[in-house]
Structures are given as structure tokens and as C-alpha cells.
């Protein structure tokens, strides 16, 4: 009879160090993982040790909305060992968006904030801030970026 074998926890701090790059430097560690390597990372979950210093950057109210927490609960995220996947795929699709957003405007952070608190005709009058806890509303973003780097700025 063959020993089960338990899996291997991988080390989660090459995600805190993937989402802290996304967020305050000028180059992302993304190209350093693996696809396998990352899916993995996700399905065990970054430690809430992160979110402290990912809202120094991204605000608060955002990552609350995209993670699905609340005010009263948020906090609490931040002691957790490890967040839910759904948690930890959002915040690697916000972190990725936000990296983008930066890079878009030179590492600009206060014209990234200002960017984002403007309410746009190109999303019916909404801000890309009201958009960005959504996957769709990421993509949305996404495809405006694109447009806005051949010229478009709708």
C-alpha cells in the first residue's frame, strides 16, 4: 500500500512579494513565477499579513469591496494566516490592475488617484473606482487603458 503523501505548503510570501512589487515598485515580480507555481500560490491563499500594506496604496474601501469584506471584518482579515482563494484571486487581479493603471501613468500614484476618482463618459459617468472590485468592471478598465494609449480618451 502506497503512503499518502500530504501536499507541500509552498511559500506564500513570493505572493506578498508579487502583490507588495504590484503596488510600490516600478517592476513587478510577476515574470519570476511559474503558471503552475501560481495557480497553486492562489489555491492556498496569501497571508492577510499583506492587506495593510496594500491599502496604503489602493484605497481601503476598494479592496474591502473586491475581497468581499466588510468595515467591522476587515480589519480582522489582517491576522488571518491565510485569505480564502477567492479572496487572494481578487486581490491579484486588483493588484495586477493597479500596477497597470501605474505603469500607464509613469509610476504617477497621485495621477493615478486622481484618474480614478473621475467620473468618465466612457463608463456612463462612473468612476474607474466604482468599477474596480468587479471582474468585469477590471476589464472594463482594462479595455479603456488600451483605447486611451492609441489616443482615445473618452
Known amino acids: ?16 512579494q ?19 507555481m501560481l495557480i497553486a500560490l492562489l489555491a492556498q491563499g496569501v497571508g492577510g499579513d ?13 479592496v474591502m469591496r473586491a ?3 466588510n468595515p467591522t471584518n476587515f480589519s480582522k ?8 482563494k477567492h479572496q487572494t484571486e481578487a486581490l491579484y487581479s486588483l493588484t495586477k490592475l493597479w500596477a497597470e493603471l501605474r505603469e ?11 484618474w480614478i476618482n473621475q467620473h468618465l463618459p466612457a463608463f456612463d459617468g462612473a468612476s474607474p473606482l466604482e468599477l474596480m472590485s468587479s471582474q ?7 479595455r479603456q487603458l488600451q483605447a486611451m494609449r492609441y489616443g482615445n480618451f473618452d
Open 1 to 16: 500500500m502506497a503512503a499518502i503523501k500530504e501536499p507541500l505548503e509552498l511559500d506564500s510570501s513570493i505572493l506578498t
Open 18 to 36: 508579487l502583490f507588495i512589487s504590484r503596488v510600490e515598485d516600478t517592476k513587478q515580480m510577476d515574470s519570476t513565477v511559474s503558471p503552475r
Open 50 to 62: 499583506v492587506l495593510p500594506t496594500i491599502i496604503k496604496y489602493i484605497p481601503r474601501s476598494l
Open 67 to 69: 475581497i468581499g469584506s
Open 77 to 84: 482579515l489582517f491576522h488571518r494566516k491565510r485569505l480564502s
Open 104 to 114: 500607464f501613468f509613469g509610476w504617477n500614484d497621485c495621477m493615478v488617484n486622481q
Open 136 to 142: 468585469e468592471g477590471q476589464e472594463l478598465i482594462k
